[in-house]
């Protein structure tokens, strides 16, 4: 599928399936170099674009001390994204062409083209027509209808309505030919197409679809897999407006999730609950499991996520005060990698809020305790 995920498997969704890669990224020897590009693409797009750039630099220069491909790919992935945001663009591309693995390639091509739409349209349109004639002739069978479905929305931010609809139906199809598909995976494919459909003007189809979704989900006997496609189908819903139904999947999940036993897979469901509940504007709810939450780190994220949604409403005051909690909670947080990211992730929301000397102290901490 999709991910590189290393402990768990399962899609919840598209931001969570990057958020657990992230991770997964954070718990190795790639995780600084990880971090240190946060740090250096946020200290660029707020504050000093030198010194951001410097920053990317030293961690593009240590890439090729990790030594497992993958998590050295995917590194690269994100310091190319962080280029991107810095409007280095030739430097993000050139990054993300010495990609091998064609969903990280993909995707990434996807981030820039999106960063262009409005200064470079036509740069962007043909870094995604690159990005999809790279996935359907080299991407997996089973990764093909994600990273079709996913690239579609790009074609949307275009005014490509045409081609994004075509390379939904595309994606359809494509769900339909994988031989052996495990049901959650499927389901995860049928929410994400059906996410962009709705982008796409199509509706109704991408309601049957989502419907669709959540009767099968019923014949999950797994609880993480069941609580994990009926969060992703309520942070669809609330994305796309259905606030009502994305409650009414995202109380399911939660029920669902009590009966999962791995503690870690609770963890991660429960952590995308929280977000999600912030997502369909019940806040309360959300922060309530986000803050009980045992792993500070994925507590952290959540109220994060929270945070920005208050924010989104207008709510500042809320948004500044649980971002102030997450800032208490990074002392609980071991990991360098994962406290310089949580950090760096605080500093941007904090800046977003006019908070700019609150948010440039966080990234200075977040960069000494990576260096």
């Given at each position: 599928?999709?991910?590189?995920?290393?402990?768990?498997?399962?899609?919840?969704?598209?931001?969570?399936?990057?958020?657990?890669?992230?991770?997964?990224?954070?718990?190795?020897?790639?995780?600084?170099?990880?971090?240190?590009?946060?740090?250096?693409?946020?200290?660029?797009?707020?504050?000093?674009?030198?010194?951001g750039l410097e920053i990317l630099s030293r961690a593009l220069s240590e890439i090729y001390t990790i030594d497992k491909k993958e998590y050295r790919e995917t590194v690269l992935a994100a310091i190319a994204n962080e280029y991107a945001g810095l409007d280095e663009t030739k430097k993000a591309i050139n990054i993300t062409r010495s990609i091998t693995d064609v969903h990280l390639f993909a995707t990434n091509m996807g981030k820039i083209a999106n960063k262009l739409v409005k200064s470079n349209p036509t740069l962007a349109n043909e870094l995604?027509?690159?990005?999809?004639?790279?996935?359907?002739?080299?991407?997996?069978?089973?990764?093909?209808?994600?990273?079709?479905?996913?690239?579609?929305?790009?074609?949307?931010?275009?005014?490509?309505?045409?081609?994004?609809?075509?390379?939904?139906?595309?994606?359809?199809?494509?769900?339909?030919?994988?031989?052996?598909?495990?049901?959650?995976?499927?389901?995860?494919?049928?929410?994400?197409?059906?996410?962009?459909?709705?982008?796409?003007?199509?509706?109704?189809?991408?309601?049957?679809?989502?419907?669709?979704?959540?009767?099968?989900?019923?014949?999950?006997?797994?609880?993480?897999?069941?609580?994990?496609?009926?969060?992703?189908?309520?942070?669809?819903?609330?994305?796309?407006?259905?606030?009502?139904?994305?409650?009414?999947?995202?109380?399911?999940?939660?029920?669902?999730?009590?009966?999962?036993?791995?503690?870690?897979?609770?963890?991660?469901?429960?952590?995308?609950?929280?977000?999600?509940?912030?997502?369909?504007?019940?806040?309360?709810?959300?922060?309530?499991?986000?803050?009980?939450?045992?792993?500070?780190?994925?507590?952290?994220?959540?109220?994060?996520?929270?945070?920005?949604?208050?924010?989104?409403?207008?709510?500042?005051?809320?948004?500044?005060?649980?971002?102030?909690?997450?800032?208490?909670?990074?002392?609980?947080?071991?990991?360098?990698?994962?406290?310089?990211?949580?950090?760096?992730?605080?500093?941007?929301?904090?800046?977003?809020?006019?908070?700019?000397?609150?948010?440039?102290?966080?990234?200075?901490?977040?960069?000494?305790?990576?260096?």
């Amino acid at each position: 599928m999709k991910n590189l995920i290393l402990s768990i498997i399962l899609l919840i969704c598209a931001t969570a399936n990057a958020h657990r890669t992230e991770v997964n990224i954070l718990d190795t020897e790639a995780g600084k170099i990880a971090a240190l590009a946060k740090v250096g693409g946020e200290m660029g797009r707020f504050f000093d674009k030198q010194k951001g750039l410097e920053i990317l630099s030293r961690a593009l220069s240590e890439i090729y001390t990790i030594d497992k491909k993958e998590y050295r790919e995917t590194v690269l992935a994100a310091i190319a994204n962080e280029y991107a945001g810095l409007d280095e663009t030739k430097k993000a591309i050139n990054i993300t062409r010495s990609i091998t693995d064609v969903h990280l390639f993909a995707t990434n091509m996807g981030k820039i083209a999106n960063k262009l739409v409005k200064s470079n349209p036509t740069l962007a349109n043909e870094l995604l027509n690159e990005a999809v004639n790279k996935a359907r002739k080299e991407a997996a069978e089973d990764d093909l209808p994600a990273l079709l479905a996913e690239l579609s929305g790009k074609y949307i931010r275009l005014n490509k309505t045409d081609v994004a609809k075509e390379l939904l139906k595309e994606a359809n199809i494509a769900v339909e030919k994988i031989k052996d598909i495990h049901l959650d995976d499927k389901l995860s494919l049928y929410a994400e197409i059906a996410a962009n459909m709705v982008a796409a003007g199509q509706k109704e189809e991408a309601f049957k679809l989502f419907d669709k979704a959540y009767t099968l989900s019923s014949q999950l006997k797994d609880p993480f897999e069941r609580a994990a496609i009926l969060t992703m189908l309520g942070g669809e819903l609330a994305e796309k407006g259905q606030p009502e139904k994305a409650i009414q999947m995202l109380d399911e999940a939660l029920k669902v999730s009590l009966l999962i036993k791995d503690e870690q897979k609770r963890i991660d469901v429960t952590s995308e609950i929280a977000r999600n509940y912030g997502q369909s504007k019940k806040f309360e709810k959300g922060i309530e499991i986000a803050k009980g939450i045992s792993d500070a780190y994925f507590s952290s994220e959540s109220l994060i996520v929270l945070a920005k949604n208050y924010a989104k409403t207008k709510q500042t005051n809320e948004a500044y005060a649980l971002l102030k909690e997450v800032v208490s909670k990074t002392a609980s947080i071991s990991s360098e990698s994962k406290k310089a990211t949580i950090l760096a992730k605080t500093a941007a929301e904090l800046t977003e809020l006019d908070k700019k000397e609150e948010g440039k102290a966080l990234l200075e901490d977040a960069l000494k305790t990576l260096i």
